[in-house]
């Protein structure tokens, strides 16, 4: 299977930039920039215009089995096998004990999917 490694949009494009809600790849030239996210035309449109929720706040780690990590899994599930649009915002601060930079996600959904996305990412 050849992987395409052009913008969908433009395909003399290869720099490509993931989506932050739907995650596939575009050139710079299709993307926009908003609150510390990278999103496509229309899902711009829809970080503007939607009533975006927090449904959970978790620690990340590089820990293959962190709580983060299933999480974005199931983000990319929810937009490929649902179609439901949803996206984190990243913070960062230091362990209170050890002075260690910890890292975590708030992971957002759309507030009239929000009971689809609970009961999805507790399965
Ligand atoms: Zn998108
Ligand atoms: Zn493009």
């Known amino acids: 299977m050849k992987i ?3 913008c969908p949009n433009h395909p003399d494009n ?3 930039i993931t989506c932050s ?3 596939v790849e575009f050139c710079e ?9 990278i999103c496509c035309k229309p899902h ?3 970080y503007l215009e939607g009533q975006w929720v927090p449904i959970k706040k978790v620690f990340c780690s590089n820990d293959e ?3 983060g990590l299933i999480l974005m ?4 599930k929810l937009w490929s096998l649902k179609n439901i649009p949803t996206f984190f ?3 960062y601060s230091l362990s209170k004990e050890s002075g260690d930079p910890l890292s975590f996600v708030t992971f957002f959904c759309l507030s009239h999917d929000l009971e689809r996305v609970k009961s999805f990412i507790s399965q």
């Open 4 to 6: 395409n490694k052009n």
């Open 73 to 76: 899994d199931k983000k990319k």
């Open 44 to 46: 711009y449109k829809q």
């Open 89 to 91: 915002t990243h913070q």
């Open 21 to 23: 809600l739907c995650e």
């Open 14 to 16: 290869d720099n490509l």
């Open 29 to 37: 030239a299709c993307l926009y920039e908003v609150d510390g996210l």
């Open 65 to 67: 089995n962190s709580e």
